[in-house]
Every structure is written in C-alpha cells, then in structure tokens.
C-alpha cells in the first residue's frame, strides 16, 4: 500500500469527512476501533493519530505506538488489516512531533468490534448500526441474499396462477410447482421467498408497501418547492415486478418530453429527448437490483424537461466505485429475482446492464451517464445534452471542461464570480475557458456590455 498524500499540514487543517478523522494519542483502543470498523464498512479512509484541538501532541510513546498497530487485530472482528505510516513534524514552538497515520481499506466484509457492535462512516461521524441495518450491509456486501429469505404469512395459493402458468411453460416446467422449485423459489420446507412473492405475487405490496415505483414529471429542471412547486404530474405504480415495469414504461412514455425532429424524408416528427433503450435499462435495473431490505423507500424515476433522474433505494454491491461504474463486475444484490427475469426476457446483470445504457446514450450522441451514491440510494442520470467532439475538447484550454460542467449541471445563468467560486478555479483561467467555450458555441454570454458586472453564461437549452 502506497503512503497516503498528507503532510503537516494537511492533517491540522484538512476537514474530517466521509474519508478521514483525526483521533488524540490519548484515545482508547476501543474508540479507535470504532473508526477503523466505520471506515472498512465503507469506502475507506485516512486516520490521523496524535491532533487534538488543532496542535499536534508531540511523539507518542513506545507502548501507544504499539497499541496503534494492533488495535484491527485485537479488538475488530474479522481482523481489519490497514496501512500504518508515521508523518515527522514540527509543532507551533518548533519541537519535533510525530502524527501516525492509519489508512483503511474499504472491505468485502462486515467489520464489528470484539463487543459484537458494528459502525458506518456516514459523513464525518461513525454511525453505530442497528440490526436491520447490519443485515442490510451484509446484504449490499453479497454476505447474505434477501431474496432467498421466507415471507411469513405468505402462501404459494397467493401467486398469479396465470403468471406462473405463463412462466411455467417459459421455461419447460411441467407444473407451477416445479418451476418455482426449480429456480428455489420456495424454501426447503415449500414457503414462498421474497422472490416468488415480488415476481409473481398478487399483493405483493401486503408485504412489501415499499416495492413501488413513482414516476414524477417536472415542468421545469430544478425541484421547486412552496408556492414555486413545479410538480405537475405524480403516478405510483404497484404489482409485481414484471407487472411494474411494464406500467412503469407505459407511464414514462407517455410523460417523457418530446423534441421536434427533422426526418430523413424531410418532415418534422416529434422525438422523445433521450433513448427509449437507455432509460428502460435504467428502470429494469433499478427494479432487480435494488434493496427490497429497506422498507422506507421506493423507486423514483423523476422527469425534468433535461434529464431523467432514477433513484432506487440501497448501495451498488460490495466495493464497487459509481466513479467507474462501466468497472463493476456482473452482480446481482437479487440473483433468484434475476435469474427470473432472465428467463422473462426483461434483465441482464448488473454489469451488463449498465455497459447498455453508456452504448445507447453514446449511440444517440449524449454525454454519458452519470451515477450519483449515497448511503443509501443510488441515482442514475441520464442528461439532454450532446456529448463535445473530443477533437474539440483537445483544443480547449485547461479547465474549460470543469466550466461547462458546472453551467449544465446549475442549468441556470451564472456570473463570472459564481463560476469562480463555484469551482475554486482562479478568475483569469475561468475567464479563458468561457472565451473558448462561447467561441466553440457551447456557452452563450448575456450582457449589455463587456464590462457589464451583472453579465451572465449559460449552456443553450438542449431542446432546441
């Protein structure tokens, strides 16, 4: 493992976060692992040992710097394994002092501590987790499956005789029965799972209130709120999950905006603004691969006049990194639910899925997907905007592709000093981009004069 970009500096002055904190030499081995277990539950992350209320506390002794070493051996359980670096500094009277560094790796495994509690770094704090909350790391870890779980009080009497009949024949099954025996759709003792009830239940809401989909369209791109509120069109969508999904696209089409088109016969025809293939990728993801676990939330497929936004509820698996999403490997969080839908014609795995979406949005000229995570949600973005030639964006000066950034993700006009703030890029260099940009066509300046202060940018509006 490299040693961590910090100086004496930085670990003063640098923001404890979602990827680093600062502990006292004085801290317990038992606090400490807190961190530790928080940050490999996670995505990871930097510990600086030896600041407290911003002054470095001098060397540590011989007995802490062996405490240091061994706290993820002895009080974390599996063993967490991290680099340990020691940082030689001078504090503010200019004695020598020393700042040991911890860096945790993100794992593939649930982490607790040796008194059986188990934390996560959300934000700048390591959150201890409850049960159900445990289960769902160990889920979005691959550790245990939900989907193989039993429904109590469920019975098979309470699946769609005529979906299983139809999924039955799919496959070559001889009976119902056999089918969802085949793909371990009931328990060894013949109970229904999570899987059998969401794909062929009648009700599966009675169980599961949260495994719906709620498509929302906005008239304009930003969520407006109060008496600005911009939502003009709300349809909660129930049933199992095939059935879902086939709501699901019948809803967006009809409320996906259009855009006028010029055809190869030279007449105008009305166009949806994104491609049908990516967005419907986007959904069957979303429905078989997010966390039917949590019970608090749903899918949300929100319709802005530029952008398609689908959040569903629970993180990508294990370690993979929205960053890279094209990296993660195939994986399904609900492999009996996937396995299903594989044989219904209406999924792929993970990886599979997402490769689709960036090939059809890059198909069709747009910039590529955009995933965004949080704790417990991941959201895909899928913009109205062209992709820039790239012998274009070879030509543009330093920064100019942070420039536009910013103006199509604010979807507003900006002034000069917005844009510098905004990206903590000086003013000369944001200056230059802008001018390339407008030259380029890709920003559009609005003022009365060049010296006009209450002079804006902006990107054209994508649907003309």
């Given at each position: 493992m490299d040693t961590p970009v910090w100086n004496c500096t930085t670990v003063i002055s640098a923001p404890e976060d979602q990827w680093f904190d600062r502990k006292s030499y004085r801290i317990s081995a038992k606090d400490l692992a807190k961190t530790i277990i928080a940050f490999a539950n996670s995505d990871g992350g930097t510990i600086a040992v030896g600041v407290h209320g911003g002054q470095l506390e001098g060397a540590p002794t011989a007995d802490q710097m062996s405490r240091l070493r061994q706290v993820g051996i002895e009080h974390v359980s599996p063993t967490v394994r991290y680099g340990f670096f020691v940082l030689d500094c001078t504090d503010s009277s200019g004695a020598p002092a020393q700042v040991c560094l911890i860096d945790v790796p993100a794992s593939e495994r649930v982490?607790?501590?040796?008194?059986?509690?188990?934390?996560?770094?959300?934000?700048?704090?390591?959150?201890?987790?409850?049960?159900?909350?445990?289960?769902?790391?160990?889920?979005?870890?691959?550790?245990?499956?939900?989907?193989?779980?039993?429904?109590?009080?469920?019975?098979?009497?309470?699946?769609?005789?005529?979906?299983?009949?139809?999924?039955?024949?799919?496959?070559?099954?001889?009976?119902?029965?056999?089918?969802?025996?085949?793909?371990?759709?009931?328990?060894?003792?013949?109970?229904?799972?999570?899987?059998?009830?969401?794909?062929?239940?009648?009700?599966?809401?009675?169980?599961?209130?949260?495994?719906?989909?709620?498509?929302?369209?906005?008239?304009?791109?930003?969520?407006?709120?109060?008496?600005?509120?911009?939502?003009?069109?709300?349809?909660?969508?129930?049933?199992?999950?095939?059935?879902m999904i086939r709501d699901a696209v019948t809803a967006i089409r009809r409320l996906l905006p259009?855009?006028?088109?010029?055809?190869?016969?030279?007449?105008?025809?009305?166009?949806?603004?994104?491609?049908?293939?990516?967005?419907?990728?986007?959904?069957?993801?979303?429905?078989?691969?997010?966390s039917y676990s949590l019970a608090g939330d749903h899918i949300r497929v929100e319709l802005f006049p530029d952008r398609i936004e689908i959040t569903s509820p629970g993180r990508f698996p294990g370690l993979a990194d929205p960053r890279h999403p094209l990296s993660i490997a195939r994986f399904a969080r609900n492999p009996l639910i996937a396995r299903v839908a594989i044989d219904l014609g209406i999924g792929q795995e993970l990886g599979e899925g997402i490769r689709r979406i960036y090939e059809e949005m890059q198909a069709g000229g747009f910039t590529e997907p955009e995933y965004r995570q949080t704790s417990g949600t991941v959201t895909l973005i899928l913009r109205v905007e062209q992709a820039v030639d790239p012998a274009v964006?070879?030509?543009?000066?330093?920064?100019?592709?942070?420039?536009?950034?910013?103006?199509?993700?604010?979807?507003?006009?900006?002034?000069?000093?917005?844009?510098?703030?905004?990206?903590?890029?000086?003013?000369?260099?944001v200056q230059q981009a802008l001018k390339a940009l407008r030259d380029e066509g890709l920003v559009t300046w609005d003022g009365r004069s060049p010296r006009d202060p209450r002079a804006t940018w902006s990107t054209p509006d994508p649907l003309h």
């Open positions: 982490h607790e501590s040796t008194d059986g509690n188990c934390y996560l770094r959300v934000g700048d704090q390591s959150m201890k987790l409850s049960f159900d909350d445990r289960l769902e790391l160990q889920y979005s870890k691959g550790e245990r499956q939900f989907d193989s779980q039993l429904v109590r009080g469920a019975e098979v009497s309470d699946l769609s005789d005529q979906a299983l009949a139809t999924y039955a024949s799919s496959i070559g099954a001889s009976s119902a029965e056999t089918a969802l025996s085949g793909r371990h759709l009931l328990t060894r003792s013949g109970d229904v799972t999570v899987a059998a009830e969401l794909l062929f239940g009648t009700d599966p809401q009675e169980f599961f209130p949260n495994a719906a989909i709620r498509v929302l369209k906005f008239d304009s791109p930003r969520r407006e709120t109060g008496q600005r509120q911009n939502l003009v069109e709300d349809v909660r969508i129930e049933g199992n999950l095939p059935t259009r855009r006028r088109h010029l055809d190869t016969g030279g007449a105008f025809t009305w166009e949806p603004v994104l491609p049908e293939d990516a967005w419907l990728e986007g959904i069957v993801n979303a429905v078989l691969h997010r964006m070879d030509r543009l000066p330093k920064h100019a592709d942070e420039v536009l950034g910013v103006l199509r993700e604010t979807r507003a006009p900006m002034g000069t000093g917005d844009i510098v703030n905004s990206l903590s890029i000086n003013r000369p260099a």
